[in-house]
C-alpha cells in the first residue's frame, strides 16, 4: 500500500514540472506561393511569445485540398495532411494568401480566414477575406486565435480578445489581445505572455 502511495506521489510532482516548462515548437509552413516577407513577419512576432519557432520553405497545398468548383483550398484537409510533419512536441501553423473553406452546418463550402484542431497539432490561417489596409496585423491575430484552438482554447465573449468568434465577419480591428482569462491559460501553457 505504501509503494502505491509514494509512486502516486512522485507521479504527481513530475506532472507539475513538466507543465511548468513544456512550450512546444511552432513549425510555421507557407503553402503555395505564400509571400515570403509576410511568413517572416509572422516569424518575427511569433518569435516574441515564444523563442522556439521554425519558419519552413513553401510547400504545395496538398493535392486533394483543392476545391475547383469554388477555386479555393479545403482548410480541413489542409489540417489533416499538415499535422503528419511534424514531430511530437510541435505544432503547425499553415499559411496561405489563397481563399480557404470549410463545411459548416448546412453549408457545404464556407470561406474562412482560419481553421485549428481544437485542441491538436495544426491549423492554416488564409489572408484572403482580410482588409488590405492593415493585412499583416489582421493576419498575425488569426494565427494567434488559432494557435490558441490547438492548445484547447475555444471561442470567447469578449469583443475585444482574439478568441472571439469570427461568425462570417470580420472583426479583427475590435479585437486587441488575448482576455485574462485566455491570457491566463496561455501562460500556463508557456506562451510568454504579459502577465495580465
Ligand atoms: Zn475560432
Ligand atoms: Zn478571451
Known amino acids: 500500500m505504501k509503494k502505491y502511495i509514494l509512486i502516486l506521489i512522485l507521479s504527481l510532482i513530475s506532472c507539475t514540472n513538466e507543465t511548468k516548462v513544456h512550450q512546444k515548437i511552432i513549425v510555421i509552413q507557407p503553402l503555395g506561393d505564400f509571400n515570403i516577407e509576410q511568413a517572416k513577419n509572422v516569424l518575427n512576432k511569433i518569435q516574441t511569445i515564444n523563442p522556439n519557432v521554425v519558419l519552413r520553405k ?3 497545398f496538398p493535392k486533394n485540398s483543392y476545391y475547383e468548383l469554388r477555386n479555393r483550398y479545403r482548410a480541413d484537409t489542409i489540417i489533416k495532411t499538415i499535422k503528419n510533419n511534424i514531430g511530437k512536441d510541435s505544432v503547425i501553423v ?11 452546418g448546412k453549408i ?5 480566414m482560419g481553421l485549428g484542431y481544437h485542441p491538436g497539432k495544426a491549423c492554416v490561417v488564409s489572408d484572403f477575406r482580410m482588409s488590405i489596409q492593415n493585412k499583416n496585423e489582421q493576419f498575425y491575430k488569426v494565427v494567434l486565435h488559432e494557435l490558441g484552438h490547438t492548445e484547447g482554447l475555444a471561442h470567447c465573449p469578449v469583443k475585444t ?5 469570427a461568425e462570417g465577419k470580420n472583426h479583427l480591428n475590435e479585437e486587441k489581445d488575448f482576455c485574462i482569462k485566455c491570457k491566463t491559460y496561455l501562460i500556463e501553457k508557456g506562451w510568454n505572455l504579459k502577465n495580465p
Open 161 to 165: 480578445c482574439l478568441m472571439r468568434d
Open 58 to 60: 513553401n510547400i504545395p
Open 94 to 104: 499553415g499559411l496561405s494568401n489563397k481563399d480557404i473553406s470549410v463545411t459548416k
Open 108 to 112: 457545404e463550402d464556407w470561406g474562412v
